[in-house]
């Protein structure tokens, strides 16, 4: 936990270096009103009310890296929700670049509490900024009116995404930025295509949804990976046909993305903590394990990992601390840390569950 003069020191320290680049880089795409996918991202002019709460320290858009600007409130139910999935993506690609901004406008007192007991269920950076110049920036030049709304900035320093962090769409911009296979053209050919889709999904023609995620398929599987849970949700929970659901994932988990580790683990993570797929077969999960485990290697410190964590979502405690413990032993770097991180916590779970079974009185 950072020390007050700490504290002091990087909130001024960001404050001088954001005026500084606000001064040296303005130039007439930051002074527009309006903000659409394809324009140079922004880099506000701030007031002094702002303060990196926790995190990496903010720094300018650098050439080849990939920036989320997600704007939240403690006080919102759907950006609660969608934190563990932004922080899941922090930690899969921020060694490929990827950095992540929470910025919220309310005062540093009501965020700091929050991220605190987040701990690392939330390690990108947040930032306390009631000065609005983040807001003027982004959500009001995008107009933008609810939140959770995020930005993406690819490496070329332009929005490539805007939107809810939920959607399917924001997760693949950050995979494809991240991994050098961003593809405007290919977006652009693919944007009339999911405009038929959302239109589908409101409709509820689930037949013409299947026929627009068949599209995207086609005219790339890679790209439009996170479209498969798409169309295995329709099967499962709208069509209420769980055989054709689990026939369509079956083909996807031994067939289209045999030899694709990233889709794979997305499969078993999807499979065991999105409530939505509670109907999935159980063995399902079993499949995609046994696919991903073939694809990574069974020693390989992520696989190791979603192990871990299918056993404590499954509340075997003991043996998530056991298959955790593996996957920091056989990690390094960052992950090290992040694989760290978890086992801790963990451990204090596991702590505090055999201080209440021995009947201990709470303390206040």
Known sequence: MMTRSLARFQSHALLAFLATFALLHADAQAQKDTLSVGDRAPFPQLGTDVKLISGPQVTSFKQGQTYVIEFWATWCPPCRKSIPHINRLYKTYKSQGLH?????????????????????????????????????????????????????????????????????????????????????????????????????????????????????????????????????????????????????????????????????????????????????????????????GQSLGEDNPQYLSILALKSHKEGDLAQAINFQYEAYMAASGDQRDEMRAILDAWKAEQSRRKGSSRGGRPRR
Request: glycine share 6%.
């Open 100 to 292: 992540v901004w929470g910025i919220s406008d309310e005062t540093p007192d009501i965020v700091s509490p929050f991220v605190a007991r987040k701990g690392a269920g939330m390690s990108y950076s947040v930032i306390s900024d009631t000065s609005g110049g983040f807001d003027k920036a982004y959500m009001k030049a995008a107009g933008m009116k609810g939140i959770p709304a995020a930005f993406v900035v690819g490496p070329s320093g332009r929005v490539v995404f805007i939107g809810h962090p939920m959607e399917p769409g924001f997760a693949r911009a950050i995979k494809n930025c991240t991994s050098g296979k961003y593809d405007p053209v290919l977006e652009a050919q693919a944007k009339p295509i999911v405009a038929n889709l959302d239109k589908a999904m409101k409709a509820r023609d689930w037949r013409m949804a299947h026929r627009q995620i068949d599209r995207l398929m086609e005219m790339d599987s890679w790209v439009f990976s996170d479209d498969i849970f798409t169309k295995y949700k329709i099967y499962l929970n709208e069509q209420e046909d769980p055989k054709a659901a689990n026939d369509y994932m079956i083909l996807q988990i031994t067939e289209t993305y045999s030899g694709k580790p990233d889709v794979l683990q997305d499969v078993v993570y999807n499979l065991i903590t999105d409530p939505e797929l509670a109907k999935a077969d159980p063995q399902l999960k079993d499949q995609a394990l046994a696919a991903l």
